[in-house]
Structure formats: C-alpha cells, structure tokens
C-alpha cells in the first residue's frame, strides 16, 4: 500500500479539511499544509497527494524539481490551469482513486514561457476566443457562452506582425516572418481541447512544444473555422489552411508592436517571448485521460508555408481583416495572364466552337439530352467570357475589345454551322430540346448566374477544374445558339429571337455574376469597378424585364395546370391538362367519361372549365371513356 500524504491549501478550514479527509478512501497515512511541508523529508517510495491553486502548485513544482517524491493531484477550486494541463479528475474520490492505483509516474513534458513555468497555454493575441469553449454548468448556459464567442468574430480585426524562431525537423535553424491573428502554445497537445481536435500526433514527453499560428486572410474563413470549433468540432479533422502548426524543441516569438499575451490565463506584455520546455522536471501524474492517450511521432510542422509572407503580409497588416479573401498582386498577375492569353482567337478555339456547336444541333434534332451535355463539354466559351468579366470590372478596353471579338467570331462561327445543319436535316418538329430554349424565364437568369459564379471562382482558384465550371457556362451558352440557327435555317423568326434572347440574357447574366465574384475576391477595388458594375447590372435589368413576364405566364400557366389536372366535374375527371397559348387562353385537356358524351355536353364541359377558373378558353377536348371490368 501506497504511503500518501494529503498536502493542503494552508487557507483551508479545519471544518473543510476534515470534510475532505473524511472522503479519502481509503484514508492518507499523514495530512500537512503547503506552508509546513519540506521535501526532502519524503523518498522516492513517497507520494504527495496535493489539493492546491495554481500559484502555490507551481511553488510546489520549484520546491520539489530537486526531490525524488512522487507527486498526485486532486481538484481544488483555484486549481483551474492545472486541471486543464494536467488532465485532473474533477471529482475528488475518482482523482484519489487514480492515485491509489497508479503503478509509477511517466516521464512528461512542462513548458516554460520567459523561464515561467506553465501549467496549460500560452495564448498571444487578444482575439483568441474562438479557441475554447468556456465550462458551463448545463447545456443551455454552454450553448449561450459559444454564440456570445461567435459573435465576436464579426467585429473588426486587425492581423500583427510576428517573427517566430525555431528548429525544424531536420534541426535547423528557421525563421518565419508573418501576419497572425494570434498564437497559441502547449507543452503536450492533449492537454489542450483545440490542439486534440485538430492535431494527431504528440507525446507527453517527445522533447517539444507545440504552437498553433492563426493567420486567417479573410472574416469569412474565420467565422468558419469558428462555427466549426465551437459547434460542430471534429476530433482529428484537417487543420485549415490558414492555420500552421510548428513542434520544435524551443522557439522565440518577437514583434515590431507589444505583444499582448496570457500565460495560463494571467495577462502582460512583452516584446520577445521564448517558449522551450523545463529541463529538470517534478516526478508528477497526470490524469489517466493523458495517460491512456496514444503517443504518435507527429508532424514537425503543417502549413507554415501557407502563411502570409512578402507582399501578402504586408497588404494584410496594412488594413483590417477583410470579409472575404483579396487576391495577393501575384495571384492577379498569374490570373490577368491568363485571361489575356484566352481573350484571343484561336484556331483551336474556333474548330471546338463549330464542333460543339454541330454536335448540339445533332441532339437537339434527335431530341437527346446526353448528346447536348456532350457538346456542353467540348465548348469553349468560358475562356473568353471570363476575360470579358474581368475586362468590364476593371474596365480593361483591350481586354474588353479582344473578349468580345473572340466571342462575335465563335456566335458566328456556330450559327452558320447550326444553319447548314439545319438546311440538310429533313426534319422541321418543335421537340422538347428545342421548346426548352425559345421561351426563357427568370430561372434561365438563374442559371447564367450560378454558372458565372462558378466559372470566376474556379479561374481564381488553381486547384479547382475549369473543365468542370466550363460546362456550366456552356450549359447557358451552346443550346440557345444551336437552336438560334436552327431558326434561321426554317425561317421561323419566333424560335430565333426566344433563343437570342435566352443566349443574350445568360450571357449578360455569367458576365455581371463573374465581375462580382472576381469583386468579392479581391481582383479589383470598387471604385475601379463600379462603372463597369453598373453598365452589366444595367443591360441585364434591360434583359430582365421580358423574362419576368415570361416568367409570370409560366406562373400563371401552372396554376392553371395545377387547378384543373385531376378535377373532377359533373361530366368527369380532367386529365392531362396544357397551355396551348395564354392570350387567348387555350387549353387541351383529356376527360375522363363514364358514358358516351355529345356535343351539347362538350359545350358544358367548356362551360364548366371556364367557371372553375374565371375565364373564356378555347378548348381541344380528348374523350376517354371509362369502361368497368365485367365478371364471367
């Protein structure tokens, strides 16, 4: 059996210190106060059973560096830092409990700030709510506390500058130089709720210490990683890109500014602040939560070549965080390249405009969806809309020149190839491809918009496919041209200028939704973009306008549908209700009879249509008779 003696707070009451020796079980072979106790009166078969606050628990830490005694901890009110970093049960019989059944002590790391000794965190920077999840008495009271720390997140924040020395994992010297939001730092990670979620791989006594940087490069991601920690927090899940993790053996912060900082939740300041871990260390437990925590050799480091540097660092100190993130001067650069360079007409663009436009004149006739979507993949239109947009926000007339020659040239290029098609097609039926596209609405708008926010943000984004965003242009853009050609092939103006006006509204649509995308990227300041803003909103609030009215006959067109399909009149029950036209109204429409009907009861039928939906209509009336089963 253990020898254990009870070390208590010297502020204890007589009354509470026999209380809490009478719920020690079994009892401790001796009780001392803090004040009274002297080290080297204990060997290593020894253990101290310690219920103390934190500035006393790190007295008690110095006092013994040099003992051989054991020491365990139990829950004391002020024992907030070292319960965390330590991992102490918080009830005092289970903490007694571990101590009793503790077979020997495992090495662990303690880290030390400045040479302070910390028992949990060292937090640098003052907007780290976000990090933890305050203890709550109930759930309710846990609910209001993160939702108070969320809403922080949308005031303004403002990045600081850092210098961070250290080790890396071949063990050499390296130094970053960035723009953080703050830094956190722990001598184990599972000590720590935020390190547990997002990092696998530390040991209690693997030699390091281990700091996150937050450097977020918009409000946006930072709401999202917020609403992520504090709500929905994943154990393990990939760390964003704008955090970076480094574990070194010793690192050095230092800023141009005060650093503001907490060390286990008391405040300062400093210019310089040096992280590294004790060298000579307390034979102390940890809670058995630590313990059984599997040790893996993690990481030196993760994504500390993600954060900002150069230029990047620069423009972001320069102002405060903004909602969503601004493209760097290189990014633009790469990206206004590019976007000059598809600006341009090509031979390889011109054979795939007449191809895919072929290849969607082809479906359209035979009705088939699958052969469309295939001309949607080889189309490539995106290129020059895309310029086009970016052209218009910063009103780059060349760019806006060059774009708009390049997409005349393809709309060309695919009618005439849709038109000789047409001419040698012996095949002239309004099908349901082709319906779809001479009567566009505002979901059309929908559409081209989603499709252009797709085609900017894929442009912007390296990692992201623009063969897979080029087919949601295409999707707005091919049929409507396809079919415009077919029009002019059958001299059908009607189906000619419903496709141009569905092509010209996509068009209007993807480029206004790709100049504001780009926008919100950061690719352009608004009093540059604003003119150009302007004129797109305003050709395609010109647009617009039929659309909605279009839009409104649709509307009203299934409510009339809607009213009628399944009714049931003294004649019969109306199936299979259409629209043939709206003005004047005229509707096909099959009735279901149980008899034989003359042309006095189709003039009733007409006449009771009418009453159910307040209107004259003209009518073709299909008869189905209903016929019972009869028995043999």
Same mark, same amino acid.
């Given at each position: 059996?253990?020898?254990?003696?009870?070390?208590?707070? &010297?502020?204890?009451?007589?009354?509470?210190?026999?209380?809490?020796?009478?719920?020690?079980? &079994?009892?401790?072979?001796?009780?001392?106060?803090?004040?009274?106790?002297?080290?080297?009166?204990?060997?290593?078969?020894?253990?101290?059973?310690?219920?103390?606050?934190?500035?006393?628990?790190?007295?008690?830490?110095?006092?013994?560096?040099?003992?051989?005694?054991?020491?365990?901890?139990?829950?004391?009110?002020?024992?907030?830092?070292?319960?965390?970093?330590?991992?102490?049960?918080?009830?005092?019989?289970?903490?007694?409990?571990?101590?009793?059944?503790?077979?020997?002590?495992?090495?662990?790391?303690?880290?030390?700030?400045?040479?302070?000794?910390?028992?949990?965190?060292?937090?640098?920077?003052?907007?780290l709510s976000i990090l933890y999840t305050n203890s709550a008495s109930n759930?309710?009271?846990?609910?209001?506390?993160?939702?108070?720390?969320?809403?922080?997140?949308?005031?303004?924040?403002?990045?600081?500058?850092?210098?961070?020395?250290?080790?890396?994992?071949?063990?050499?010297?390296?130094?970053?130089?960035?723009?953080?939001?703050?830094?956190?730092?722990?001598?184990?990670?599972?000590? @720590?709720?935020?390190?547990?979620?997002?990092?696998?791989?530390?040991?209690?006594?693997?030699?390091?210490?281990?700091?996150?940087?937050?450097?977020?490069?918009?409000?946006?991601?930072?709401?999202?990683?917020?609403?992520? @920690?504090?709500?929905?927090?994943?154990?393990?899940?990939?760390?964003?890109?704008?955090?970076?993790?480094?574990?070194?053996?010793?690192?050095?912060?230092?800023?141009?500014?005060?650093?503001?900082?907490?060390?286990?939740?008391?405040?300062?300041?400093?210019?310089?602040?040096?992280?590294?871990?004790?060298?000579?260390?307390?034979?102390?437990?940890?809670?058995?939560?630590?313990?059984?925590?599997?040790?893996?050799?993690?990481?030196?480091?993760?994504?500390?070549?993600?954060?900002?540097?150069?230029?990047?660092?620069?423009?972001?100190?320069?102002?405060?965080?903004?909602?969503?993130?601004?493209?760097?001067?290189?990014?633009?650069?790469?990206?206004?390249?590019?976007?000059?360079k598809n600006a341009q007409t090509g031979s390889s663009y011109l054979v795939?405009?007449?191809?895919?436009?072929?290849? *969607?004149?082809?479906?359209?006739?035979?009705?088939?969806?699958?052969?469309?979507?295939?001309?949607?993949?080889? *189309?490539?239109?995106?290129?020059?809309?895309?310029?086009?947009?970016?052209?218009?926000?910063?009103?780059?007339?060349?760019?806006?020149?060059?774009?708009?020659?390049?997409?005349?040239?393809?709309?060309?290029?695919?009618?005439?190839?849709?038109?000789?098609?047409?001419?040698?097609?012996?095949?002239?039926?309004? @099908?349901?491809?082709?319906?779809?596209?001479?009567?566009?609405?505002?979901l059309d708008l929908g559409i081209a918009i989603a499709s252009g926010i *797709? =085609?900017?943000? *894929?442009?912007?984004?390296?990692?992201?496919?623009?063969?897979?965003?080029?087919?949601?242009?295409?999707?707005?853009?091919?049929?409507?041209?396809?079919?415009?050609?077919?029009?002019?092939?059958?001299?059908?103006?009607?189906?000619?200028?419903?496709?141009?006006?569905?092509?010209?509204?996509?068009?209007?649509?993807?480029?206004?939704?790709?100049?504001?995308?780009?926008?919100?990227?950061?690719?352009?300041?608004?009093?540059?973009?604003?003119?150009?803003?302007?004129?797109?909103?305003?050709?395609?609030?010109?647009?617009?306008?039929?659309?909605?009215?279009?839009? @409104?006959?649709?509307?009203?067109?299934?409510?009339?549908?809607?009213?009628?399909? =399944?009714?049931?009149?003294?004649?019969?029950?109306?199936?299979?209700?259409?629209?043939?036209?709206?003005?004047?109204?005229?509707?096909?429409?099959?009735?279901?009879?149980?008899?034989?009907?003359?042309?006095?009861?189709?003039?009733?039928?007409?006449?009771?249509?009418?009453?159910?939906? =307040?209107?004259?209509?003209?009518?073709?009336?299909?008869?189905?008779?209903?016929?019972?089963?009869?028995?043999?």
């Amino acid at each position: 059996m253990k020898k254990i003696t009870f070390v208590y707070d &010297p502020e204890t009451e007589q009354e509470k210190l026999d209380e809490l020796v009478e719920r020690l079980d &079994p009892k401790p072979e001796n009780h001392v106060s803090f004040a009274e106790l002297d080290p080297t009166e204990y060997s290593s078969d020894d253990w101290l059973a310690c219920s103390l606050p934190d500035f006393l628990l790190k007295e008690l830490v110095e006092l013994v560096k040099d003992s051989e005694v054991n020491i365990g901890l139990l829950p004391h009110p002020k024992m907030e830092q070292g319960k965390k970093g330590f991992g102490i049960n918080a009830t005092l019989e289970k903490a007694w409990q571990e101590i009793q059944e503790a077979e020997g002590i495992p090495n662990v790391d303690l880290m030390q700030v400045n040479k302070e000794l910390t028992f949990n965190s060292l937090v640098i920077g003052s907007s780290l709510s976000i990090l933890y999840t305050n203890s709550a008495s109930n759930f309710f009271e846990g609910l209001k506390i993160r939702f108070m720390q969320l809403l922080k997140l949308f005031r303004k924040v403002k990045l600081k500058p850092y210098t961070i020395s250290y080790k890396n994992g071949s063990n050499d010297e390296k130094t970053i130089k960035t723009a953080a939001m703050g830094i956190l730092a722990v001598a184990h990670c599972e000590s @720590n709720l935020i390190f547990r979620r997002v990092i696998q791989g530390s040991g209690l006594d693997d030699g390091r210490v281990h700091l996150l940087i937050l450097a977020p490069k918009s409000l946006f991601s930072l709401i999202q990683f917020g609403l992520q @920690n504090l709500f929905f927090p994943i154990k393990g899940g990939a760390l964003p890109q704008f955090v970076g993790y480094i574990s070194t053996s010793e690192a050095i912060v230092s800023s141009s500014e005060t650093i503001d900082f907490a060390l286990d939740g008391e405040e300062g300041k400093k210019k310089e602040l040096t992280i590294s871990l004790v060298e000579k260390k307390a034979k102390l437990l940890l809670g058995t939560s630590l313990i059984k925590a599997e040790e893996i050799n993690g990481p030196a480091e993760i994504n500390t070549n993600l954060l900002p540097t150069g230029r990047l660092k620069e423009e972001l100190l320069h102002s405060y965080l903004p909602w969503v993130r601004h493209a760097t001067t290189d990014e633009f650069k790469d990206l206004f390249s590019l976007l000059r360079k598809n600006a341009q007409t090509g031979s390889s663009y011109l054979v795939l405009m007449a191809l895919s436009t072929m290849i *969607a004149t082809f479906g359209l006739f035979g009705d088939s969806a699958p052969v469309v979507i295939g001309a949607m993949i080889l *189309a490539p239109l995106m290129g020059p809309i895309i310029s086009l947009a970016m052209g218009a926000l910063r009103q780059d007339t060349l760019l806006i020149k060059n774009s708009m020659v390049t997409i005349f040239w393809g709309i060309v290029l695919g009618l005439i190839f849709s038109i000789l098609i047409t001419w040698i097609t012996p095949l002239e039926d309004l @099908n349901n491809q082709i319906t779809a596209r001479i009567r566009p609405n505002l979901l059309d708008l929908g559409i081209a918009i989603a499709s252009g926010i *797709a =085609g900017a943000y *894929a442009y912007s984004k390296e990692e992201i496919s623009k063969t897979l965003a080029g087919v949601a242009i295409s999707v707005a853009l091919v049929p409507p041209l396809a079919v415009a050609g077919i029009g002019i092939g059958w001299l059908d103006w009607n189906v000619f200028w419903g496709a141009m006006l569905l092509l010209g509204t996509n068009l209007a649509g993807i480029v206004m939704a790709a100049s504001l995308t780009f926008l919100m990227l950061g690719f352009s300041p608004f009093r540059l973009a604003k003119r150009g803003l302007l004129i797109s909103l305003g050709i395609l609030i010109a647009i617009a306008l039929p659309l909605g009215l279009t839009f @409104n006959k649709m509307v009203e067109e299934n409510e009339i549908i809607q009213g009628l399909s =399944g009714k049931e009149i003294p004649h019969g029950l109306l199936r299979q209700v259409k629209v043939v036209q709206m003005q004047p109204l005229k509707l096909s429409v099959t009735i279901l009879s149980e008899k034989a009907l003359d042309e006095q009861d189709f003039l009733e039928i007409q006449q009771e249509i009418e009453e159910e939906i =307040g209107q004259s209509i003209a009518l073709e009336l299909t008869l189905g008779v209903k016929i019972d089963s009869v028995e043999k």
